[in-house]
T-cell receptor
């Protein structure tokens, strides 16, 4: 079964450092997302990406965050200057929007980011 | 955005059928209902999605009454490995953003 893959599975970084989280979406999918989940809290939407541009973003996704699809397979989330409160599990997701209007989103296993 | 309400937690014994009901009274005409499963420290895993009536796959069944104001996820003969959090989400077919609630924490024991 095709799946969304993410690297690294776990990263520890110092406050103020830049972090790049990488994702390989399912190959025929055209819509890409990042979500995050702080320990013990809900899964939160960060950003969606389609046709090489952001289609929607949440209030969490401020200027410290950016996304990029540098090639035909990878989708990245960059946090420019990490803060302690950025510690969370970050999930990449992708979907193939069907002609019938149904949008099923598949998630990766997550990248656990710890900012110290 | 349709708000969903589901039990905070449920307990079951291994081998039993588990039904988790979700209320979504203000579901819109173009909304779909999707259920995800999440294990600790893992990403949400798609279980099943439906619009109306009944949908069944190899993992679960989804029952949606005619008024669509609720839905029931049915897990046949659960095992210990089904212990997880189950999320009910209501969203448009074109939605790029899913709004997760706190889900239902299912605990399966022997």
């Amino acid at each position: 079964e095709p799946e969304v893959t993410q690297t690294p599975s776990h990263q520890v970084t110092q406050m103020g450092q830049e972090v790049i989280l990488r994702c390989v979406p399912i190959s025929n999918h055209l819509y890409f997302y990042w979500y995050r989940q702080i320990l013990g809290q809900k899964v939160e939407f960060l950003v969606s990406f389609y046709n090489n541009e952001i289609s929607e973003k949440s209030e969490i996704f401020d200027d410290q965050f950016s996304v990029e699809r540098p090639d035909g397979s990878n989708f990245t989330l960059k946090i420019r200057s990490t803060k302690l409160e950025d510690s969370a599990m970050y999930f990449c997701a992708s979907s193939e929007f069907s002609r019938r209007g149904r949008n099923t989103i598949y998630f990766g296993e997550g990248s656990w980011l710890t900012v110290v | 955005l349709a708000k969903t309400t589901q039990p905070i937690s449920m307990d079951s014994y291994e081998g039993q059928e588990v039904n988790i009901t979700c209320s979504h009274n203000n579901i819109a005409t173009n909304d779909y209902i999707t259920w995800y499963q999440q294990f600790p420290s893992q990403g949400p895993r798609f279980i099943i999605q439906g619009y109306k009536t009944k949908v069944t796959n190899e993992v679960a069944s989804l029952f949606i009454p005619a008024d669509r104001k609720s839905s029931t996820l049915s897990l046949p003969r659960v095992s210990l490995s089904d212990t997880a959090v189950y999320y009910c989400l209501v969203h448009t077919g074109t939605a790029s953003k899913l709004t997760f609630g706190t889900g239902t924490r299912l605990q399966v024991t022997l």
